[in-house]
């Protein structure tokens, strides 16, 4: 669907520069083609503004090398910028869960794939890790969004806080935190309410369960697929709850993945994981080489 960005670089740059080292005016040329695929890939305006203004003062005057063309060269100044960008210094995988039961907080709105986030994670957390963990859904408003918790705790084999019909999601959150230093767990996880938009509500609920649960971990799980909203999304979670990281899911769509790099530069936040699809095992840890390689397409 996207002409590869080294193609059309390769077009509009290789007919220009013959000589050694990259001209302002080449590094020019070059990045307006960089800023169409950024903007193809959904990275927001402004975002790509300020990535392109960082990059042209790298670029401009750099040695091309015999063995790459000028075109080639440019690609692999973003491509590096890009990586930079998008890693943060900490290692995404590594969630902090010592001292246990740690707490895990999951928020985000309804539909982003919160639910079969958590149970992912649990079922990761479980397998690579050896922990015990403990689910529980504090989704009071929607009864199913309980049962889908429990129907996938049963099918990856991990334990869901039993359901009591009238709790609050405060008295669920402490009931889980009991649970969980009972039963020996090492982790548990507070599966937040979604809406279909950020209320005053939604984050009093929220706030409230942090405060009592005093999380070690809030993932914030949005929609990869929604570009800006996501990162409007996030900005406003990290505002009024504060968040540790995010997980960006439908990553195995057709995006291009923009969002991420508009995600990282706007919020700062950590991404930390994908979602790569519905099954148990569709996540990975975020990988900035990946979304770099599919944001210059
Ligand atoms: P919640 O309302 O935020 O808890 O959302 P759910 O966890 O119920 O997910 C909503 C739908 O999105 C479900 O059909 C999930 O199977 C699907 N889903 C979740 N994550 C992914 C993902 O990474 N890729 C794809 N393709 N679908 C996903």
Redo the contacts with the bound molecule.
């Keep these: 669907m996207f002409e590869n960005l080294s193609e059309r670089l390769s077009g509009v740059l290789d007919r220009l520069t013959k000589q050694g080292a990259l001209s302002e005016e080449d590094v020019k040329t070059a990045l307006r083609e960089v800023r169409v695929a950024l903007l193809e890939a959904d990275v927001s305006l402004p975002v790509a503004r300020e990535f392109i203004k960082k990059v042209e003062k790298e670029a401009t005057g750099q040695a091309v090398t015999k063995s790459v063309t000028p075109g080639q060269q440019v690609v692999k100044i973003v491509h590096d910028a890009l990586i930079e960008t998008l890693r943060g210094s900490e290692d995404p995988g590594a969630l902090k869960i010592d001292n246990p039961p740690a707490p895990i907080l999951m928020v985000?709105?309804?539909?982003?794939?919160?639910?079969?986030?958590?149970a992912k994670l649990a079922k990761r957390l479980k397998e690579r890790d050896g922990k015990k963990v403990l689910m529980a859904s504090l989704d009071v408003n929607r009864p199913a969004?309980m049962e889908?918790l429990a129907i996938l705790g049963q099918q990856i084999g991990v334990d869901t806080l039993p359901i009591v019909k009238g709790e609050d999601p405060v008295a669920i959150a402490k009931r889980a935190k009991t649970q969980a230093s009972l039963g020996g767990y090492d982790v548990y996880m507070l599966?937040t309410a979604?809406r279909l938009h950020i209320d005053a509500d939604l984050i009093a609920q929220a706030a409230a369960v942090r405060d009592v649960a005093n999380p070690r971990e809030t993932l914030l799980?949005v929609d990869?697929l929604t570009g800006q909203d996501a990162v409007n999304v996030a900005t406003e979670f990290d505002d009024k709850i504060g968040v540790s990281g995010v997980v960006l899911?439908?990553?195995?769509?057709d995006g291009r993945g923009g969002a991420a790099l508009s995600m990282r530069a706007v919020t700062g936040k950590p991404i930390r994981f994908?979602?790569?699809?519905?099954k148990m095992d569709?996540?990975e840890t975020f990988e900035p080489e990946r979304i770099a390689g599919r944001i210059l397409g």
């Excluded at 985000?108 to 958590?118: A, H, I, N, R, Y």
């Excluded at 994908?274 to 519905?278: D, R």
């Design positions: 985000g709105l309804q539909g982003s794939g919160k639910t079969t986030t958590t969004a889908q599966d979604g799980v990869g899911t439908r990553m195995d769509g994908v979602g790569l699809g519905e569709a996540i």
